[in-house]
């Protein structure tokens, strides 16, 4: 008799600037799982919040046809883990049950932890950190604060609100001033794949990145600019987990931007990256240790900058719902280490079923 066959919600889209990115990670996601192993039903998330499947469902959200999908819902209750076709006015019905969630929403509203908020309550499986290391992982200003308590080196910088930017422009530039010399980054606190990231030469550039990043959030981040090699470590496992090869980013523009990343062909990605092994050594452990610190899960990348002349490593960000386009990084660094992207994904359920099956066993109810 055939064992069952896993159920693999796969979950893509969202309310966030990285939307059409969550799009090509799912494309590539499934195309590579194995269908002798599990039923997939893939689910997309408007930019409007409306959750749907339905036949073709990823081709018809890229084209932005959404026209004869079935709208979907989960409930919030423990061991429901069912998906519902949801319309208003009309009672719910089972459109398909599930046995675990594989999300590929970066950004706002799927990496931040709000999601994994709602997959907690529902105790159901899922792929990634929980809510503590998604939120922290995705606040850039936090997770600085994080690093520096456990010794890990991250570059200087300042976090400001639209609000101040709005009420009192002078002091959040001289704040931003005081952190050093241009250039400066400004950065959205809580997003992902460069959406509105800012290289900043002057205070007019400034200003500029400072209006264009608090589009996207309430909080900015500021930092330091650092003539630095970027160096990438993909992280895999939940207690003990293991770091890939690093691999190196030659930015096709001034620094790897969106339109780098995901629109043009002049960036290259070096793997295994150039580095002394004592350097590649050190940066994996750090990857490893910031993993740890945040009580990350499954999968995480850490991104790295070596200050050119000095060799000094600052630690950039850590993302725990990591690009799975074919370009990305986060598979590649595991293939150039020996895991195909196929075993990657099997080794990513199972890290997820695993980390399940030690939540389960958690006490809820205290009697004394």
Not at 256 to 271: E, G, N, P, Q
Not at 321 to 338: D, H, R, V
Request: hydrophobic residues 40%; contains cysteine; charged residues 25%.
């Amino acid at each position: 008799m055939a064992a069952k066959k896993l159920r693999i919600l796969v979950l893509f889209g969202g309310r966030s600037g990285e939307h059409e990115v969550s799009l090509r990670s799912a494309r590539s996601v499934l195309s590579q799982l194995d269908a002798d192993k599990y039923d997939v039903l893939p689910v997309g998330v408007t930019h409007e919040g409306r959750w749907f499947a339905g036949e073709d469902v990823l081709a018809r959200f890229e084209r932005r046809e959404m026209a004869g999908l079935v709208p979907v819902a989960f409930v919030a209750e423990p061991g429901n883990w069912n998906l519902y076709h949801w319309e208003l006015g009309k009672p719910l019905s089972i459109h398909q049950p599930s046995d675990l969630v594989f999300p590929l929403i970066h950004g706002t509203f799927g990496e931040d932890g709000t999601l994994q908020g709602l997959l907690d309550l529902m105790e159901i499986p899922y792929v990634s950190g929980g809510v503590l290391a998604s939120s922290v992982g995705m606040d850039k200003g936090i997770f600085k604060d994080v690093m520096r308590s456990h010794g890990v080196p991250v570059v200087d910088g300042v976090i400001v609100t639209g609000a101040q930017i709005a009420d009192d422009l002078q002091a959040v530039l001289a704040a931003c001033e005081a952190l050093g010399p241009y250039p400066l980054f400004t950065k959205p606190a809580n997003l992902g794949s460069s959406v509105g990231i800012t290289k900043c030469r002057g205070r007019s550039d400034l200003v500029e990145g400072l209006m264009d990043a608090a589009r996207y959030d309430r909080r900015v981040l500021i930092e330091q600019g650092i003539d630095g090699r970027e160096i990438e470590v993909s992280v895999l496992g939940n207690d003990d987990p293991d770091a890939s090869v690093p691999g190196e980013v030659i930015p096709g523009d001034e620094f790897y931007s969106y339109r780098a990343k995901y629109m043009d062909d002049t960036s290259r990605l070096v793997i295994p990256a150039e580095l002394e092994q004592g350097l590649a050594d050190e940066i994996r452990h750090l990857a490893v240790q910031a993993f740890k610190a945040v009580d990350g899960a499954g999968m995480a990348r850490a991104d790295f900058l070596i200050e050119r002349g000095t060799n000094a490593i600052y630690l950039n960000e850590v993302n725990t719902l990591p690009g799975f386009t074919s370009i990305s990084m986060y598979p590649k660094l595991w293939e150039a280490s020996g895991v195909p992207y196929p075993v990657l994904l099997d080794r990513l359920i199972a890290l997820a079923l695993e980390r399940h099956e030690e939540k389960r066993r958690l006490i809820r109810r205290y009697e004394a």
